[in-house]
């Protein structure tokens, strides 16, 4: 009993867990509030299945940015991957026809675009050096650049009906395939993190980059990697995204690269590397996606629901700034007060 408390004493003591913790309250309290101002409609079966349905494009993506920050960098360019694999994806589908291999080839094209978009940043961010900010900026615009060529600035449509039949589908009305697809994910990701020794050297090397290279870790490689998995993520992303719309486009999702990074700092992944779990990004995700749609199904518009957005950002960040800090200065005094008891 003794050895539960001492467990739970150090989750709750630690930063990033109590950040996690207190965002989750948060989460409760704002469920309960839609369902009670929804009277119910909140936790229908069809607002509950809509819910589920709009997560698994962005809650990739910003599984993405989170390996990314782990390891001190950044992403910009991943929704121009998605784009582009979707893209071409969709113009390979669309150029087989009826074809039994079509949407194998569309999906299998898709991921080897995205591995190789991931192993180019990786490339240039690793092994040349240039900061991920500067490369992903520019491989975004040339990603972007590719895919309005190959589709001449239009939407590719009808390609694959088994692709949106899969989107569109569920498991008892509730659970959509998709979503089990990004709960597949986000296991494989956290098993990852916290269970193989790839996963703990990408925490030491966000933690001290310039100090794991002169360690045992190949930190080049490391860090090339990890982009590596963050073109495949957004590819999947991508696949995702035109199988929901049955359409393929160069400029879809164009405002889910802030959203990524709104979710990913609620959910305390640490910009300068070295801290972020999976939870903590899932439950962002699903705090944001609960203000969403409770403020959807009271009839607020879009522009209302952005700036409720930025203005919860604001408040949870500030709000875990000042706790934290708290936190902080009642450990100095407990430090200072055991020092005075000791020197008398």
Not at 3 to 13: C, D, L, T, V, Y
Not at 29 to 58: A, Q
Request: charged share 10%.
């Amino acid at each position: 009993m003794t050895e539960i408390k001492n467990n739970f004493k150090k989750f709750f003591s630690d930063r990033e867990h109590a950040n996690t913790l207190r965002l989750l309250i948060i989460a409760v309290i704002i469920l309960v509030f839609m369902t009670i101002f929804t009277n119910g409609k909140f936790v229908s079966v069809r607002s509950i299945n809509s819910m589920l349905s709009l997560i698994p494009e962005l809650g990739i993506l910003s599984l993405a940015i989170m390996l990314a920050m782990i390891v001190a960098g950044i992403d910009l360019s991943i929704v121009a991957i998605a784009n582009l694999s979707g893209v071409l994806a969709a113009k390979l589908m669309l150029s087989m026809g009826s074809h039994p291999a079509s949407l194998t080839a569309g999906i299998a094209l898709a991921l080897l675009i995205g591995l190789l978009c991931g192993y180019f940043n990786g490339f240039i961010i690793a092994r040349i050096g240039v900061h991920p900010i500067l490369v992903t900026l520019g491989t975004f615009q040339l990603y972007r650049g590719i895919a309005i060529i190959v589709s001449k600035g239009y939407a590719i449509v009808n390609f694959s009906e088994s692709l949106t039949h899969f989107s569109n589908s569920s498991i008892f009305g509730i659970f959509p395939y998709i979503f089990l697809v990004f709960a597949l994910i986000t296991w494989l990701i956290s098993y990852m993190l916290n269970n193989t020794s790839f996963g703990q050297s990408m925490y030491l090397v966000g933690s001290n980059y310039k100090a794991s290279k002169y360690s045992a870790l190949n930190s080049e490689r490391i860090v090339h990697t990890v982009y590596v998995l963050i073109g495949a993520l957004a590819a999947i992303a991508g696949l995702i995204i035109v199988s929901k719309t049955n359409s393929a486009k160069a400029d879809y999702g164009s405002s889910y690269i802030l959203q990524t990074i709104l979710i990913c700092l609620l959910g305390s992944v640490n910009w300068s590397g070295g801290v972020g779990k999976t939870s903590g990004v899932i439950i962002a995700l699903v705090t944001l996606q609960f203000l969403n749609s409770g403020f959807t199904l009271m009839r607020f518009s879009n522009f209302f629901l952005s700036f409720i957005a930025g203005a919860f950002l604001l408040f949870v960040l500030i709000f875990n700034h000042y706790i934290n800090l708290y936190e902080r200065k009642q450990a100095n005094r407990k430090l200072l007060a055991e020092g005075v008891i000791k020197s008398v």
